[in-house]
C-alpha cells in the first residue's frame, strides 16, 4: 500500500498531458462537454489550426525562457564568482524594473522597431524572465552553508572549481526554481503576442474578447492553463530530485 502511495504522484503529469493533449487535438468535444455551462459558441474563423497555435506559444517560450536563463545564469554566476556585490545589486535593481515593466508596453514599444511579429513577443518575455532567474542564482550562491564553501576553500579549489564543483551543485534547485517561475510567467504572458501577429493561444483568447465567444476565450485558456500546471509539476518534481541528492551529498 504504501509503495502505490509513492507512486501515485507519478500519474499526475501524464494526466496533465492527457488533459492538454484533449484540449489541443479534440477541443470541439471538450466544448461540447462544457456547453450546459458555457453556451455553444458563435461561428468564427480560425486563422490556424489549434494544435499550430498550440505549437507556436510553445516555442516561444522556450525560446525567450531559454535566452532567459542563459544570461541571468551567467550573469548571476560571474558576479558571484568576483564578489561583484555592487554588481549584483544593479543586476537585481534592472531586473525589477524589467519585471514591473508592462508586456504590453514592451511590445508597443517595440514594434517599431522589430515590426509586427515573433521579435517583439520574444524580447517582452525574454525580460520578463530575467529577473526570476537572476535573483535565484545570486541568492542561491550566495546563501549557501558558509562552512561547506570553506571546506572547498581548504581543499585547495580555485574559485572556478569551487563555483563548478560545489556552489552550483547545491544551489541548483533554487535555480531551478528561478527557471520554473520565469517559465510558468512566460506561458501566461505569450498569451498578448497575438495582438502584433506573433500567434499562439492568445488569438483565441482576443478574438472571443472581440466577439463576446465564451468558448473562443476558453480554447486559448483551457490549453494555456494546463501548459502552465504541466510545466510548473515536472520543475517541482525536478527541483525535489536536486534538493534529495544536495541532502545526501551534504554532511549533516
Do not use: C
Not at 477541443?27 to 498550440?54: N, T
Not at 550573469?75 to 558571484?80: C, D, M, P, R
Request: no cysteine; net charge positive.
Amino acid at each position: 500500500m504504501a509503495t502505490e502511495t509513492r507512486r501515485r504522484p507519478w500519474l499526475k503529469e501524464p494526466l496533465l498531458l492527457g488533459l492538454l493533449a484533449f484540449s489541443v487535438f479534440d477541443f470541439p468535444r471538450l466544448a461540447a462537454l462544457l456547453s450546459p455551462l458555457i453556451g455553444e459558441g458563435k461561428p468564427s474563423v480560425e486563422w490556424a489550426p489549434l494544435p499550430v497555435l498550440a505549437g507556436q506559444h510553445i516555442g516561444v517560450v522556450l525560446l525567450s525562457s531559454t535566452a532567459s536563463f542563459l544570461v541571468a545564469f551567467s550573469l548571476g554566476a560571474a558576479s558571484h564568482l568576483y564578489g561583484l556585490k555592487g554588481l549584483q545589486e544593479l543586476l537585481l535593481n534592472v531586473g525589477s524594473f524589467g519585471e514591473s515593466f508592462p508586456t504590453a508596453a514592451v511590445i508597443a514599444l517595440a514594434v517599431p522597431a522589430l515590426g509586427y511579429g515573433f521579435e517583439p513577443l520574444l524580447l517582452a518575455l525574454f525580460l520578463y524572465g530575467l529577473l526570476p532567474v537572476l535573483m535565484n542564482t545570486i541568492q542561491g550562491l550566495t546563501g549557501l552553508d558558509r562552512d561547506v564553501v570553506q571546506a572547498a576553500e581548504g581543499m585547495g579549489l580555485t574559485r572556478v572549481q569551487r563555483l563548478l564543483r560545489v556552489e552550483l551543485p547545491l544551489a541548483a534547485p533554487m535555480i531551478l526554481a528561478g527557471v520554473r517561475t520565469a517559465v510558468i510567467i512566460n506561458i501566461a504572458a505569450a498569451s498578448i503576442g497575438s495582438v502584433v501577429g506573433a500567434g499562439g493561444l492568445g488569438m483565441p483568447i482576443v478574438s472571443g474578447i472581440r466577439t463576446f465567444d465564451p468558448v473562443l476565450i476558453l480554447k486559448g485558456t483551457i490549453p494555456i492553463a494546463l501548459l502552465a500546471l504541466l510545466a510548473d509539476s515536472l520543475f517541482r518534481r525536478a527541483e525535489r530530485r536536486l534538493d534529495r541528492r544536495v541532502r545526501s551529498a551534504t554532511p549533516a
